[in-house]
């Protein structure tokens, strides 16, 4: 397994290919496509690398654009000449996915065939609008896409995102240059800080998720009301409609009051 990629200081998806069988062949409507990145969808990339706009630009390009997914080959059989040389007996092709730090399987998807070469150079490219990519990836329950993995502009695309380019909807980041959506932060205040002995709530940016929600409990709390109080605010957000569908990954930070 390769060291994991990483963006903006968090993991991305390694990459270790999934043994997947799936296909997507090219659509006539690439015919003639030399395979080169959509200029503005990389003008958007290198601002995004260089920490100059969030990631809501990358996305709303990429819904728009054709993305090649990449597909490898796989031996499914093999046998020995009476020589005692190796041969493919039976090989196949299909699209590969990536397995996240967290258990997560993820779609690459990559703007040109150079970003694709640098990666895998066995890895042959597939055309796709990225709206269709984005659907196969919810069809087979795969949670990411990572664009150009690999390379210096390498971005990873949340659940949420995947989600609104698949419907072809808008996507309102989260949190976007380290800072939470206000209608986040509403939603999080409401829905936990009518909780008994919650005395405040905040949002932050995630250490190890997209999101933390920071919580300043009431003092005097036994254990067991410690975790009564944290199990009442996990069933919380776990019941907040706009919580799971804009929120990507969840992380709950105690303070002292």
């Given at each position: 397994?390769?060291?994991?990629?990483?963006?903006?200081?968090?993991?991305?998806?390694?990459?270790?290919?999934?043994?997947?069988?799936?296909?997507?062949?090219?659509?006539?409507?690439?015919?003639?496509?030399?395979?080169?990145?959509?200029?503005?969808?990389?003008?958007?990339?290198?601002?995004?690398?260089?920490?100059?706009?969030?990631?809501?630009?990358?996305?709303?390009?990429?819904?728009?654009?054709?993305?090649?997914?990449?597909?490898?080959?796989?031996?499914?059989?093999?046998?020995?000449?009476?020589?005692?040389?190796?041969?493919?007996?039976?090989?196949?092709?299909?699209?590969?996915?990536?397995?996240?730090?967290?258990?997560?399987?993820?779609?690459?998807?990559?703007?040109?065939?150079?970003?694709?070469?640098?990666?895998?150079?066995?890895?042959?490219?597939?055309?796709?609008?990225?709206?269709?990519?984005?659907?196969?990836?919810?069809?087979?329950?795969?949670?990411?896409?990572?664009?150009?993995?690999g390379n210096p502009t390498q971005?990873?695309?949340?659940?949420?995102?995947?989600?609104?380019?698949?419907?072809?909807?808008?996507?309102?980041?989260?949190?976007?240059?380290?800072?939470?959506h206000p209608e986040i932060q509403?939603?999080?205040?409401?829905?936990?800080?009518?909780?008994?002995?919650?005395?405040?709530?905040?949002?932050?940016?995630?250490?190890?998720?997209?999101?933390?929600?920071?919580?300043?409990?009431?003092?005097?709390?036994?254990?067991?009301?410690?975790?009564?109080?944290?199990?009442?605010?996990?069933?919380?957000?776990?019941?907040?409609?706009?919580?799971?569908?804009?929120?990507?990954?969840?992380?709950?930070?105690?303070?002292?009051?």
């Amino acid at each position: 397994m390769t060291e994991p990629l990483r963006s903006g200081g968090k993991e991305l998806p390694t990459g270790k290919a999934l043994p997947t069988g799936k296909a997507l062949p090219p659509g006539s409507a690439f015919t003639g496509d030399d395979g080169t990145a959509d200029p503005e969808l990389a003008r958007r990339q290198a601002d995004y690398a260089a920490g100059v706009t969030g990631l809501g630009p990358v996305v709303e390009r990429l819904a728009q654009v054709r993305v090649l997914v990449p597909i490898l080959a796989s031996l499914d059989q093999e046998d020995y000449t009476e020589e005692g040389l190796r041969y493919d007996k039976e090989a196949s092709a299909g699209i590969v996915a990536l397995e996240a730090p967290d258990g997560r399987t993820a779609l690459p998807v990559f703007s040109s065939v150079a970003a694709m070469t640098a990666w895998r150079p066995d890895a042959r490219p597939s055309p796709a609008d990225c709206v269709r990519a984005a659907l196969s990836a919810v069809a087979e329950d795969w949670a990411l896409l990572v664009l150009d993995p690999g390379n210096p502009t390498q971005a990873l695309i949340p659940r949420p995102a995947v989600w609104a380019i698949a419907q072809q909807q808008p996507w309102l980041p989260t949190v976007d240059l380290g800072v939470v959506h206000p209608e986040i932060q509403a939603e999080v205040a409401a829905v936990v800080g009518a909780i008994e002995h919650v005395a405040a709530v905040t949002c932050a940016p995630g250490r190890s998720a997209e999101l933390a929600v920071v919580l300043t409990l009431e003092p005097g709390l036994t254990r067991a009301g410690l975790d009564y109080v944290l199990a009442q605010v996990n069933r919380a957000l776990s019941q907040s409609e706009l919580i799971a569908q804009r929120v990507d990954g969840l992380e709950l930070r105690l303070e002292q009051v």
